[in-house]
């Protein structure tokens, strides 16, 4: 596996509709920008090389997401941008794998599945990544979508592959929880 670029960052509110969001509400990404493993052309079985590569992708992106967000985390999503010469499937192979999301679950304390995004992008394209509370899926506040950017990713033949988590729900959440509207 190639790696060209290994992105950190936080994000964090402190403010919302002017007022105050306490505890700040972080958010923090890790991304690997590795060159893609598969041919460009088509190639019937992702699986093997995706289990080859699975663990050690999710060691350089997982549990430096949950040491960079700095606290505990709440909630937590992945997601796989790949260059114009790559197809979604090859991404969505990678994160799609429980040897990699093993990694970043076991690290952030989680048992749920983690919601993912996939798509096939120029350098510069954002990439939304849905997160979901890391114990129960159905927590309403947890439920939010977060944004990742970066100007030369991902070129041509690379993926950037990303792991993020947040210490809580949304800032300011006051949805009911789920199931509880009436009918």
Do not use: W
Request: proline share 7%.
């Amino acid at each position: 596996m190639r790696i060209r670029k290994i992105i950190k960052h936080v994000d964090e509110t402190r403010l919302e509709n002017g007022r105050a969001v306490d505890p700040v509400h972080r958010v923090a990404f890790v991304g690997a920008v590795i060159e893609n493993p598969y041919p460009s052309g088509y190639v019937q079985d992702l699986v093997t090389l995706a289990d080859e590569l699975g663990e050690e992708i999710g060691r350089l992106v997982g549990p430096p997401c949950v040491e960079l967000l700095g606290g505990e985390v709440e909630a937590f999503g992945k997601a796989a941008l790949v260059g114009i010469d790559g197809e979604v499937e090859h991404g969505s192979a990678l994160i799609h794998n429980l040897r990699f999301g093993n990694v970043f679950r076991n690290a952030a304390g989680g048992t749920e599945l983690l919601p993912a995004a996939e798509k096939v992008g120029l350098p510069g394209s954002p990439i939304d990544i849905p997160l979901k509370h890391k114990l129960d899926a159905k927590t309403r506040s947890h439920h939010q979508t977060v944004t990742l950017q970066v100007a030369d990713v991902p070129r041509p033949r690379e993926i950037l592959v990303i792991c993020a988590a947040a210490n809580a729900g949304r800032p300011l959440a006051r949805l009911a929880t789920f199931g509880a509207e009436t009918k």
